[in-house]
């Protein structure tokens, strides 16, 4: 069981245990790993706490109840199972809310760059995918 205590991790070993993980999850509770869903439930937790009319007259919000499941807890727990993690790890990690430091490319700071250039990206594949629908 040392493997498990590796400082890292190649890439390709953490998603093929990923894919067993999510594999074992669907064969067992009928269900994917899966995050996107508990975001819109945590929306519909907020909102419930100011317009509760609002949610309870929400189509999608009668179908997808605002309520914390296993999916929630998940969600939670990721967080906090990275942070064990990092922590019970061998290697030392120092913990930081600092941007990485990249070269510049012509005195500009590559994050300036890239942020924008993700974004426009993304917009366009919203666009075209408006287009065909």
Do not use: C
């Not at 993980?21 to 996107?36: H, I």
């Not at 939670?76 to 790890?89: D, H, N």
């Amino acid at each position: 069981m040392s493997w498990l205590r590796k400082a890292e991790w190649p890439w390709w070993q953490a998603g093929l245990m990923l894919g067993l993980l999510n594999a074992f999850a669907f064969y067992t509770a009928n269900y994917y790993l899966s995050t996107s869903t508990t975001f819109s439930r945590a929306a519909g937790m907020i909102v419930g706490l100011v317009v509760p009319a609002h949610v309870a007259a929400n189509a999608y919000y009668r179908m997808v109840k605002p309520v914390v499941d296993w999916q929630f807890m998940l969600v939670l727990g990721i967080p906090l199972g990275a942070y064990l993690a990092a922590r019970l790890g061998r290697g030392s990690i120092s913990f930081t809310t600092e941007m990485p430091a990249l070269p510049g490319l012509l005195g500009v700071n590559h994050w300036v760059v890239i942020v924008p250039l993700v974004a426009v990206f993304g917009a366009a594949l919203v666009w075209l995918d408006r287009r065909g629908s």
